[in-house]
């Protein structure tokens, strides 16, 4: 597992050089806009159970085979596996959002998972629906703007110091770890 320095210390030792130049400024920015990604983590982190049980159950309304005899979320075991795979898959795109680097992600939750849903017969294409989801959730909490029309009464802020972009940079990276999920079972 890898995060931002250990990263730029492996590529740099690849190709025998020093740490220097580009390296040392992108570590800067991390270092100085730290708050702002632990602000992020928390941000999903303390809303993910909300999240993960509104994607499945998004995914679940527009598919609704899934919980009939013969579905994948039927009987409740397997509704109780896939809850559970969501809150995997977010938990591990939180820990790449706090290290800055989707190995995390990529090494101890996507390698092999594909080849397992295949075995067990679990639908890749109604996780990732429920991933999209999350994804969408996610970039509004990192925003802190969650939309009232999706949220309705649970709408919850997080209330951390609004900047002028949002946090644009996070949205995107986190975005990009969604993203890896989605390839990774596509
Ligand atoms: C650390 C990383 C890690 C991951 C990611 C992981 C996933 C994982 N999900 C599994 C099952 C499962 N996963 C699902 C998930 C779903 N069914 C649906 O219809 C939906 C599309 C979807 C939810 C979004 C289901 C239903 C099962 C049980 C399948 C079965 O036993 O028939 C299994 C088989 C063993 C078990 O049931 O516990 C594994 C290994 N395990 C891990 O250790």
Redesign the pocket.
Known sequence: MLDAFSRAVVSADASTKCIGGEDLASLRNFISEGNRRLDAVNAIASNASCMVSD??AG?ICENQG?IQAG???YPN???A??????E??LR?VTYALLAGDASVLED???NG?KE??TA?????T??V??VQIMKAQAAAHIKDQPSEEFAGARLRKMGSPVVEDRCASLVAEASSYFDRVIAALS
Do not use: E
């Not at 596996?81 to 969501?86: E, I, M, Q, S, V």
């Not at 067990?120 to 890749?124: Q, R």
């Open positions: 994607a499945i995914m899934l579905g994948n979320c075991r397997r509704m596996a896939c809850l559970r795979d969501g995997i898959i591990y101890r939750c996507l998972l397992t849903y067990l017969g679990v639908p890749a109604s996780t629906r429920a």
